[in-house]
T-cell receptor
């Protein structure tokens, strides 16, 4: 079944830890995105990718980094987590010249 | 730049009430318009879309009509159910800009009480 997956769904960690949020899709989509969703529910685009070896920063500045080594995989990394990184992170994907995006279930990150 | 403005929530309705969530937009090109829904603890799902003026998108009893003259795409449902409790996002994609990125509104939280 074609889908988009995120792991872990929930993560609680201490300050200073390095973390990687995983996102994978089996839909063969070229474009992938990371959004940060604040407690007020507003969505902010933090990273996107047009395909393998392509990464771009989004509208909201973020201390996280991303990589795109395989089409289906778009992990997000925080080298040193801080309480200000506490948020919900949503991954999405779409076809290259198509505007409908498909979203994963999200990772809720809490940094103590 | 492109922007989407939707009515602020939260909105609380009784079951079987009529729902309207207002959405207006600003775009430089010819946008496609979307409504996404986010149920508690989940990611966003596409609810409906419209790609040109006067198109009506519909799904699960929800409807929205693309009104170019008023730059609006209001979401409506004739009779809401408790299961419709969720956050609703209006969004646009300005295909004329070539990027196919989505611009989202801030979301409207709907609570339906029995």
């Amino acid at each position: 079944e074609a889908d988009i997956y995120q792991t872990p769904r929930y993560l609680v960690i201490g300050t200073g830890k390095k973390i990687t949020l995983e996102c994978s899709q089996t839909m063969g989509h070229d474009k992938m995105y990371w959004y940060q969703q604040d407690p007020g529910m507003e969505l902010h685009l933090i990273h996107y990718s047009y395909g393998v070896n392509s990464t771009e920063k989004g509208d909201l500045s973020s201390e996280s980094t991303v990589s795109r080594i395989r089409t289906e995989h778009f992990p997000l990394t925080l080298e040193s987590a801080r309480p200000s990184h506490t948020s919900q992170y949503l991954c999405a994907s779409s076809k290259i010249s198509y505007n409908e995006q498909f979203f994963g279930p999200g990772t809720r990150l809490t940094v103590l | 730049g492109d922007s989407v403005t939707q009515m602020e929530g939260p909105v609380t309705l009784s079951e079987e009430a009529f729902l309207t969530i207002n959405c207006t937009y600003t775009a430089t090109g010819y946008p496609s318009l979307f409504w996404y829904v986010q149920y508690p603890g989940e990611g966003l799902q596409l609810l409906l879309k419209a790609t040109k003026a006067d198109d009506k998108g519909s799904n699960k009893g929800f409807e929205a009509t693309y009104r170019k003259e008023t730059t609006s795409f209001h979401l409506e449902k004739g009779s809401v159910q408790v299961s419709d409790s969720a956050v609703y996002f209006c969004a646009l994609s300005d295909t004329g800009a070539g990027s196919y990125q989505l611009t989202f509104g801030k979301g409207t939280k709907l609570s339906v009480i029995p």
